[in-house]
T-cell receptor, first 115, second 111 residues
Framework: DSGVTQTPKHLITATGQRVTLRCSPR?????VYWYQQSLDQGLQFLIQ???????AKGNILERFSAQQFPDLHSELNLSSLELGDSALYFC??????????????FGPGTRLTVT | AQSVTQLGSHVSVSEGALVLLRCNYS??????LFWYVQYPNQGLQLLLK??????LVKGINGFEAEFKKSETSFHLTKPSAHMSDAAEYFC?????????FGAGTRLFVKA
């Protein structure tokens, strides 16, 4: 158990819909990362937040957005869903400061199926 | 900017044989390097990391990796494969706040 929690575990929804994925980082971690993993694209970095502020952006679509709240939990919002958005979405957290604190701890993931 | 190349999307070894998973990186700053393992239907788990100091790092489950700056490599090895090592392995590099993951290498272990 990494200490990172994600809800829900599974989500099935229809094209055009909007969903919200939730992540709670490990206690004490200030950084939260979101990743998308699919068979054809592999593990893709989407976005990182550090202590409530966006810190780095990866291959995140404009239909997707995220935020990190004052209690450090994070939400990833996916809208106007398409079939191709079906994937595993992982959240990870790290302490995020200092040269020895960049290793990431991954949650169990949310499996999104768009039908 | 950083990048990671994992050579071989699939590697197959016999139980008891040497495991060698290759990773080459590029980084414009001194890199921090990581290996993660992903078992089926699970999230990624940190195997080992290199940040500074000793270039040979040991991780969990008998794995180790050696940082070779001159070769820009960080290959993962294990002397004797076990059936439970079958998983996908990801090499990653961090040069700052962004971590770049390789495409992954799926390890198959034959009985």
């Amino acid at each position: 158990d990494s200490g990172v929690t994600q809800t829900p575990k599974h989500l099935i929804t229809a094209t055009g819909q909007r969903v919200t994925l939730r992540c709670s980082p490990r206690s004490g971690d200030l950084s939260v990362y979101w990743y998308q993993q699919s068979l054809d694209q592999g593990l893709q970095f989407l976005i990182q937040y550090y202590n409530g502020e966006e810190r780095a952006k990866g291959n995140i679509l404009e239909r997707f957005s995220a935020q990190q709240f004052p209690d450090l939990h994070s939400e990833l919002n996916l809208s106007s869903l398409e079939l191709g958005d079906s994937a595993l979405y992982f959240c990870a957290s790290s302490v995020g400061v200092g040269r020895d604190n960049y290793e990431q701890y991954f949650g169990p993931g949310t499996r999104l199926t768009v039908t | 900017a950083q990048s990671v190349t994992q050579l071989g999307s699939h590697v197959s070894v016999s139980e008891g044989a040497l495991v060698l998973l290759r990773c080459n990186y590029s980084s414009s700053v001194p890199p921090y390097l990581f290996w993660y393992v992903q078992y089926p239907n699970q999230g990624l788990q940190l195997l080992l990391k290199y940040t500074t100091g000793a270039t040979l790092v040991k991780g969990i489950n008998g794995f180790e990796a050696e940082f070779k700056k001159s070769e820009t490599s960080f290959h993962l090895t294990k002397p004797s494969a076990h059936m439970s090592d079958a998983a996908e392995y990801f090499c990653a590099v961090t040069g700052g706040f962004k971590t770049i993951f390789g495409a992954g290498t799926r390890l198959f272990v034959k009985a």
